[in-house]
């Protein structure tokens, strides 16, 4: 009798066989509605195939942060700083107390000597860094402009007349015949290195003197012997070479050429 009972089937009329099928499709239903309200967003109106669109899923995947890494040079453009700004951030560590063999600020003899090679030079020793110095004065950011405003500022509270770099983009001012000496010619015509005839010395300016000024100007421009063209400053005038001619005929007691340099 037991063997007869077990195997009997439980589902017995119709309506136990719907409950039975309800219990496994109405499960079922709700399931692969859940996963369609998921993926779709629960929205209801609209095209519905949005929803599964490459763009539309990832913008909704994508995290809530995220890190972006600017490009070298990129973003907002730096401004420049003036000379006494990054003379007080960078410079004044050393260059205000001589720390290290620094000149000091103000210090006329300490800074002679380097005025003497002109800004050119300088500019180079800043840029690559020398001694206790680190390149670019350790601010690596700072530009050239920036680092040559910063040497003739200090240069200039130091007993030198240098002129100051012209503001990036702007239009350069005419340089008068001592800036362009004291920036140029002076590392060679100020102590009479290789044969370059010394400023002041009217027996070694004399010959030159009688050429005329257009004629030893030509010559200054093309360059000569030891002298590069434009005295190494390929940014220089016509007019700025002549200025400085005139200005080192003045100093060689050439009368002419003194009131030619003070127009």
Not at 89 to 94: N, R, T
Not at 170 to 185: F, K, N
Request: hydrophobic letters at 40%; aromatic letters at 4%; charged letters at 20%.
């Amino acid at each position: 009798m037991g063997g007869e009972k077990s195997g009997q089937s439980l589902i017995r009329t119709p309506k136990q066989f719907i409950l039975v099928a309800l219990g496994f499709v109405v499960p079922a239903f709700l399931i692969a509605l859940g996963a369609y309200l998921l993926v779709s967003g629960g929205g209801t109106g609209g095209d519905d195939s949005s929803a599964l669109d490459a763009s539309a899923v990832a913008a909704r995947i994508k995290p809530v942060a995220e890190v972006a890494i600017a490009e070298a040079g990129g973003g907002e453009t730096k401004t420049a700083q003036s000379a006494e700004q990054v003379v007080q951030q960078y410079c004044v560590a050393c260059h205000a107390t001589g720390a290290a063999g620094a000149p000091k600020i103000g210090d006329s003899g300490a800074w002679a000597k380097r005025i003497g090679t002109g800004l050119d030079q300088m500019l180079k020793i800043a840029i690559a860094g020398k001694g206790a110095m680190p390149a670019r004065g350790g601010a690596a950011n700072l530009s050239d402009d920036e680092l040559s405003g910063a040497i003739v500022y200090m240069a200039n509270q130091s007993g030198g007349k240098l002129k100051a770099p012209a503001a990036p983009g702007g239009p350069q001012a005419e340089r008068s015949g001592e800036q362009v000496v004291q920036a140029a010619c002076i590392r060679c015509h100020g102590t009479g290195v290789s044969g370059a005839p010394r400023i002041g010395d009217r027996t070694a300016w004399s010959q030159r003197i009688s050429q005329g000024v257009d004629a030893v100007t030509k010559s200054a421009i093309r360059g000569h012997g030891n002298m590069p063209a434009r005295g190494g400053l390929a940014d220089l005038t016509d007019q700025e070479v002549t200025r400085a001619i005139l200005y080192m005929f003045s100093r060689a007691g050439a009368d002419e050429a003194a009131a030619a340099a003070s127009k």
